[in-house]
C-alpha cells in the first residue's frame, strides 16, 4: 500500500537462513517495507498473514549448502497460497539449473549475493510489488468481466444523481463502514465497486463474497480462514476473505443470512480489527474497510431477535438507501439503450426497441429490478434474432413482461394490441417477400390479395395511429384507407 495514502508500508517477507544477512536485509528495507523475517519454512509459513506484498526467498534453507529442496517446496507452496505475491529468489549460488527451476515454478525474479548490492535489490523489489499490483488488479478485472453485470452507474433522474453524489462522499473516507439496502437486482454490489473505484483503496483488492451462497457451516472459515485440522478435511492453513481483502474492500452481501455465531465474531472483528482464524491462537490484524449489503429490513430482524442489534447498527455507520427502477422510470429508457449497446460490443447485431415494445417496457414495474431489466433484452434479443428482425417488437419480450401488460390493459388496449400484432406479422411477410403481395397474402393465409388489403383498410381505419409504424404496410397498402 502506498505510504502517502495514510496506510500501512507493503508488507516484505525475508526467508533466509543466514541471520548476519536477514538482519542487514532488514535494517536495509525497514525504512520502505514491513519487514518479517523467517529462518525457515514453517517460520515463513506463519507469517503469511496478511498477506505480504512480496517475498525474498533465500535458495538454500539448510546446513548443506546442496540442498535447495526445502526452498523448492516453500517456492510452490507460497505459489500456490498466494499467486498474485512475486517471490524473488536470493542465493549465494550460481547454479543454473535451480535458476530454471525456480522460473519455472513462478519465481519473479533471481538475485545474487553478494553481487546484489542494497540499491539493486530495492529496484528489483519495487518492479516486483508493483507487478505484484498489476497482477492482483488483472486477475479482478478479468473476474470482473465473467460477471455480465453493467460496471456503471446508468441514469439521470434525480434519484441516480443523488446516488452518485453520496457514493463520492462516501469514497472519500477509506476507513467508513457502510451499509446497501435495496430490492434484489437493484445493484448493491455495483454500488460497492463504485465506492472502491472511485475510494482510497481503488489500488488494493475488491473482495466480494456472496454470503447466501455459502453454506452456514462454511461461513466462518471461508471469512477469518482456518488452522490444518481445524475441522474435517482441513488439511492446510487457509487464507480466509478477509485476509484476502488485507488494504482493500470486503463486500458482505446478504450480511442478513449469517448465523448468531458469526455475528458475534463479524461484531467483534469491527470493533477491534483483528481477529482469530478457526483452529488458532494467534491474534491477525487487517486493514479493509468493510462495505455490506442486504434485501433484508435488519431493523425488523432485529425486533425478531435473528440479528444483533450491536452489529446492526455497527454496520450502519453509513447507510445507503438504493432506489428501486420503478421509482426512477424516467431511466428506463436509457438502461435498456446501454443494455444494447453493451451486448453489440459483446458481439451481437446492433438492435432496437419499436415503439410498442418500449411502452411494455417502461410500463411494467420490475419487481427484480435493473438486473430483470438486462435479462430482459438480452432475451429479447434472443427472439428478435431468431425471427430473423433487428427491431425488437412486443412478441420479442418475455411472457412475464407481457403478462403484467395484459393485466393493465382495458379491453380496446386489448384490440389495439391485437391489431398491432397482426399488422408486424404482415409487416414482417411483405418483407420476407420482396413485397410481393401475391406470396405474402398466400403466406399469411389469406383467401386472396384482396381479402388481405380490405383487413389491413379494416385495421387502419380503426388505429390510424398505427400506419406510422409500419412503413411497408404504409407503402403497399395506404391508398387502401
Same mark, same amino acid.
Given at each position: 500500500?502506498?505510504?502517502?495514502?495514510?496506510?500501512?508500508?507493503?508488507?516484505?517477507? *525475508?526467508?533466509?537462513?543466514?541471520?548476519?544477512?536477514?538482519?542487514?536485509?532488514?535494517?536495509?528495507?525497514?525504512?520502505?517495507?514491513? +519487514?518479517?523475517?523467517?529462518?525457515?519454512?514453517?517460520?515463513?509459513? &506463519?507469517?503469511?498473514?496478511?498477506?505480504?506484498?512480496?517475498? =525474498?526467498?533465500?535458495?538454500?534453507?539448510?546446513?548443506?549448502?546442496?540442498?535447495?529442496?526445502? @526452498?523448492?517446496?516453500?517456492? /510452490? @507452496? %507460497?505459489?500456490?497460497?498466494?499467486?498474485? +505475491?512475486?517471490? =524473488?529468489? *536470493?542465493?549465494?549460488?550460481?547454479?543454473?539449473?535451480?535458476?530454471?527451476?525456480?522460473?519455472?515454478?513462478?519465481?519473479?525474479?533471481?538475485?545474487?549475493?553478494?553481487?546484489? !548490492?542494497?540499491?539493486?535489490?530495492?529496484?528489483? =523489489?519495487? /518492479?516486483?510489488?508493483?507487478?505484484?499490483?498489476?497482477?492482483?488488479?488483472?486477475?479482478?478485472?478479468?473476474?470482473? %468481466?465473467?460477471?455480465?453485470?453493467?460496471?456503471? *452507474?446508468?441514469?439521470?433522474?434525480? #434519484?441516480?444523481?443523488?446516488?452518485?453524489?453520496?457514493?463520492?462522499?462516501?469514497?472519500?473516507?477509506?476507513?467508513?463502514?457502510?451499509?446497501?439496502?435495496?430490492?434484489?437486482?437493484?445493484?448493491?454490489?455495483?454500488?460497492?465497486?463504485?465506492?472502491?473505484?472511485?475510494?482510497?483503496?481503488?489500488?488494493?483488492?475488491?473482495?466480494?463474497?456472496?454470503?447466501?451462497?455459502?453454506?452456514?457451516?462454511?461461513?466462518?472459515?471461508?471469512?477469518?480462514?482456518?488452522?490444518?485440522?481445524?475441522?474435517?478435511?482441513?488439511?492446510?492453513?487457509?487464507?480466509?476473505?478477509?485476509?484476502?481483502?488485507?488494504?482493500? +474492500?470486503?463486500?458482505?452481501?446478504?450480511?442478513?443470512?449469517?448465523?448468531?455465531?458469526?455475528?458475534?465474531?463479524?461484531?467483534?472483528?469491527?470493533?477491534?480489527?483483528?481477529?482469530?482464524?478457526?483452529?488458532?491462537?494467534?491474534?491477525? /490484524?487487517?486493514?479493509?474497510?468493510?462495505?455490506?449489503?442486504?434485501?433484508?429490513?435488519?431493523?425488523? $430482524?432485529?425486533?425478531?431477535?435473528?440479528?444483533?442489534?450491536?452489529?446492526?447498527?455497527?454496520?450502519?455507520?453509513?447507510?445507503?438507501?438504493?432506489?428501486?427502477?420503478?421509482?426512477?422510470?424516467? !431511466?428506463? +429508457?436509457?438502461?435498456?439503450?446501454?443494455?444494447?449497446?453493451?451486448?453489440?460490443?459483446?458481439?451481437?447485431?446492433?438492435?432496437?426497441?419499436?415503439?410498442?415494445?418500449?411502452?411494455?417496457?417502461? $410500463?411494467?414495474?420490475?419487481?427484480?429490478?435493473?438486473?430483470?431489466?438486462?435479462?430482459?433484452?438480452?432475451?429479447?434479443?434472443?427472439?428478435?434474432?431468431?425471427?430473423?428482425?433487428?427491431?425488437?417488437?412486443?412478441?420479442?419480450?418475455?411472457? !412475464?413482461?407481457?403478462?403484467?401488460?395484459?393485466?393493465? =390493459?382495458?379491453?380496446?388496449?386489448?384490440?389495439?394490441?391485437?391489431?398491432?400484432? #397482426?399488422?408486424?406479422?404482415?409487416?414482417?411477410?411483405?418483407?420476407?417477400?420482396?413485397?410481393?403481395?401475391?406470396?405474402?397474402?398466400?403466406?399469411?393465409?389469406?383467401?386472396?390479395?384482396? &381479402?388481405?388489403?380490405?383487413?389491413?383498410?379494416?385495421?387502419?381505419?380503426?388505429?390510424?395511429?398505427?400506419?406510422?409504424?409500419?412503413?411497408?404496410? /404504409?407503402?403497399?397498402?395506404?391508398?387502401?384507407?
Amino acid at each position: 500500500m502506498d505510504t502517502e495514502r495514510g496506510l500501512a508500508k507493503p508488507a516484505l517477507l *525475508i526467508v533466509d537462513d543466514d541471520e548476519t544477512y536477514l538482519n542487514s536485509l532488514q535494517r536495509a528495507l525497514r525504512g520502505n517495507y514491513e +519487514v518479517r523475517a523467517a529462518r525457515s519454512p514453517a517460520e515463513a509459513m &506463519a507469517l503469511l498473514s496478511p498477506p505480504p506484498e512480496a517475498v =525474498l526467498l533465500d535458495l538454500r534453507l539448510s546446513a548443506d549448502s546442496s540442498e535447495s529442496q526445502s @526452498s523448492l517446496r516453500l517456492l /510452490k @507452496s %507460497l505459489r500456490k497460497q498466494l499467486p498474485d +505475491v512475486p517471490v =524473488l529468489m *536470493i542465493t549465494a549460488y550460481g547454479d543454473i539449473e535451480v535458476v530454471v527451476k525456480c522460473m519455472q515454478l513462478g519465481a519473479a525474479d533471481f538475485l545474487q549475493k553478494p553481487r546484489a !548490492d542494497i540499491r539493486e535489490i530495492k529496484a528489483r =523489489l519495487t /518492479k516486483a510489488v508493483e507487478h505484484g499490483k498489476l497482477s492482483r488488479r488483472f486477475s479482478q478485472l478479468e473476474q470482473e %468481466l465473467r460477471l455480465k453485470e453493467p460496471r456503471l *452507474i446508468v441514469g439521470n433522474s434525480k #434519484e441516480i444523481d443523488e446516488l452518485k453524489r453520496i457514493i463520492e462522499a462516501v469514497a472519500s473516507d477509506a476507513k467508513l463502514t457502510v451499509l446497501i439496502r435495496g430490492e434484489t437486482g437493484t445493484g448493491k454490489e455495483l454500488v460497492a465497486r463504485a465506492i472502491h473505484a472511485s475510494g482510497k483503496r481503488r489500488a488494493e483488492a475488491f473482495v466480494p463474497v456472496m454470503l447466501n451462497a455459502i453454506p452456514q457451516s462454511m461461513i466462518e472459515p471461508e471469512l477469518f480462514g482456518s488452522e490444518a485440522g481445524a475441522f474435517t478435511d482441513a488439511r492446510e492453513r487457509r487464507i480466509g476473505y478477509l485476509e484476502q481483502a488485507h488494504g482493500g +474492500v470486503l463486500f458482505l452481501d446478504e450480511i442478513g443470512e449469517v448465523d448468531a455465531n458469526t455475528q458475534i465474531k463479524l461484531l467483534r472483528f469491527l470493533e477491534e480489527r483483528e481477529f482469530c482464524r478457526l483452529g488458532g491462537r494467534n491474534t491477525i /490484524k487487517v486493514d479493509v474497510q468493510v462495505i455490506a449489503a442486504t434485501n433484508a429490513d435488519l431493523k425488523q $430482524r432485529v425486533s425478531e431477535g435473528r440479528f444483533r442489534e450491536d452489529l446492526y447498527f455497527r454496520l450502519r455507520v453509513h447507510e445507503i438507501i438504493l432506489p428501486t427502477l420503478r421509482e426512477r422510470r424516467a !431511466d428506463i +429508457v436509457t438502461t435498456i439503450e446501454y443494455f444494447l449497446d453493451m451486448f453489440h460490443r459483446g458481439g451481437k447485431k446492433l438492435f432496437r426497441v419499436t415503439p410498442a415494445a418500449l411502452d411494455v417496457l417502461t $410500463r411494467f414495474d420490475w419487481p427484480g429490478n435493473v438486473r430483470q431489466l438486462r435479462n430482459t433484452i438480452e432475451s429479447a434479443i434472443f427472439m428478435a434474432d431468431l425471427h430473423g428482425h433487428i427491431n425488437i417488437e412486443p412478441s420479442d419480450l418475455p411472457a !412475464d413482461v407481457l403478462a403484467q401488460e395484459a393485466t393493465n =390493459l382495458s379491453l380496446l388496449d386489448i384490440q389495439e394490441t391485437l391489431a398491432r400484432t #397482426e399488422l408486424q406479422y404482415i409487416e414482417r411477410t411483405l418483407a420476407a417477400t420482396g413485397e410481393r403481395k401475391q406470396d405474402a397474402w398466400q403466406l399469411l393465409g389469406y383467401n386472396d390479395r384482396f &381479402a388481405l388489403r380490405r383487413r389491413v383498410k379494416r385495421i387502419l381505419k380503426s388505429y390510424p395511429q398505427l400506419v406510422e409504424q409500419f412503413p411497408l404496410v /404504409k407503402k403497399n397498402f395506404a391508398k387502401a384507407v
